[in-house]
T-cell receptor, first 114, second 115 residues
């Protein structure tokens, strides 16, 4: 079975541009979460989606948005990119909304803003 | 904000030795998970321990949880060079609606296993 897949793996954008990151969860998993990991730190929670609805949001500006599709894949959108948005963006999938089950992560998308 | 804090920040040992990493957290939790990350790549799930469990084993991994002290430890026995990675603990806790929404990570322990 395929694990969590994210695309693209690397991306370079210019300040002010917009970016879309994509995630496909493990088959059968209905919950997708997004995390931002800045170099040298642990991942920070951005969003959680379950059954196509936003179920949780971290402390990130409105420039960050996301959505989940009927096949449970998800997109993370970031507008008006800043240098500080440079990070590894991780997608996690889990069976249920309740985090009693393991969360499995993709390999991430490395975003560099120049 | 970071709920969990790993200790030490960095650990260097010889191959074959045991490695112990600790994690402390601040609020009550539903469960605690340990992850490994190689060189800025994705997180690999290692083990989940629930709040009503005290110890769990998986291969060379042993995890303990002390909810009274709000702490957990990860022991890797007979370490190998391939164990070199960053290790993170992550906690989840119930929100006001009764459902957990997120994992909260510490800043990690960088483990180096020397051959």
């Amino acid at each position: 079975d395929a694990g969590v897949t994210q695309s693209p793996t690397h991306l370079i954008k210019t300040r002010g541009q917009h970016v879309t990151l994509r995630c496909s969860p493990i088959s059968g998993h209905k919950s997708v979460s997004w995390y931002q990991q800045v170099l040298g730190q642990g991942p920070q929670f951005i969003f959680q989606y379950y059954e196509k609805e936003e179920r949780g949001r971290g402390n990130f500006p409105d420039r960050f948005s996301a959505r989940q599709f009927p096949n449970y894949s998800s997109e993370l959108n970031v507008n008006a990119l800043l240098l500080g948005d440079s990070a590894l963006y991780l997608c996690a999938s889990s069976l249920a909304l309740l985090m009693g089950s393991e969360a499995f992560f993709g390999q991430g998308t490395r975003l560099t803003v120049v | 904000s970071q709920q969990g804090e790993e200790d030490p920040q960095a650990l260097s040992i010889q191959e074959g030795e045991n490695a112990t990493m600790n994690c402390s957290y601040k609020t009550s939790i539903n469960n605690l998970q340990w992850y490994r990350q190689n060189s800025g790549r994705g997180l690999v799930h290692l083990i989940l321990i629930r709040s009503n469990e005290r110890e769990k084993h998986s291969g060379r991994l042993r995890v303990t949880l002390d909810t009274s002290k709000k702490s957990s430890s990860l022991l890797i026995t007979a370490s190998r060079a391939a164990d070199t990675a960053s290790y993170f603990c992550a906690t989840s806790r119930r929100g006001s609606s009764g459902s957990a929404r997120q994992l909260t990570f510490g800043s990690g322990t960088q483990l180096t296993v020397l051959p």
